[in-house]
């Protein structure tokens, strides 16, 4: 079992920037793929950003790739999401998930997904 617990979200005017943090506890996540999907008001659940904990590699969505960087840190097992750059359609309540696998393929489809966080909301105003 995968314990998934988001931070550092908040309020921000358009241009800045938020660091979100996901910390994970009950088993060290090695063999596993990391996502960030967001959930605006009113829409559905999407993709963000993913990163495969073993080689590091990512992959992003369009609207967010060049502002958006994803990373992990092996030794606090904690992958975070750099947010530049911020628009206020970036707004959303921003949630982390664990794959049981370490591969990208599949990585945009939520229902790949085997842990997810409680969320922690992002406000960007204009």
């Known amino acids: 079992q995968v314990q998934l617990v988001e931070s550092g979200g908040g309020l921000v005017q358009a241009g800045g920037s938020l660091r979100l943090s996901c910390a994970a506890s009950?088993?060290?996540?090695?063999?596993?793929?990391m996502g960030w999907f967001r959930q605006a008001p009113g829409k559905e659940r999407e993709f963000v950003a993913a990163?495969?904990?073993?080689?590091?590699?990512?992959y992003y969505t369009v609207s967010v790739k060049g502002r958006f960087t994803i990373s992990r840190d092996n030794a606090k097992n904690t992958v975070y999401l750099q947010m530049n750059s911020l628009k206020p359609e970036d707004t959303a309540v921003y949630y982390c998930?664990?794959?049981?696998?370490?591969?990208?393929?599949?990585?945009?489809?939520?229902?790949?997904?085997?842990?997810w966080g409680q969320g922690t909301q992002v406000t960007v105003s204009s």
């Open positions: 990163i495969s904990w073993s080689t590091g590699n990512t």
């Open positions: 009950g088993r060290t996540l090695s063999s596993y793929a």
């Open positions: 998930a664990a794959k049981i696998d370490t591969y990208l393929s599949g990585s945009y489809f939520l229902k790949n997904y085997n842990y």
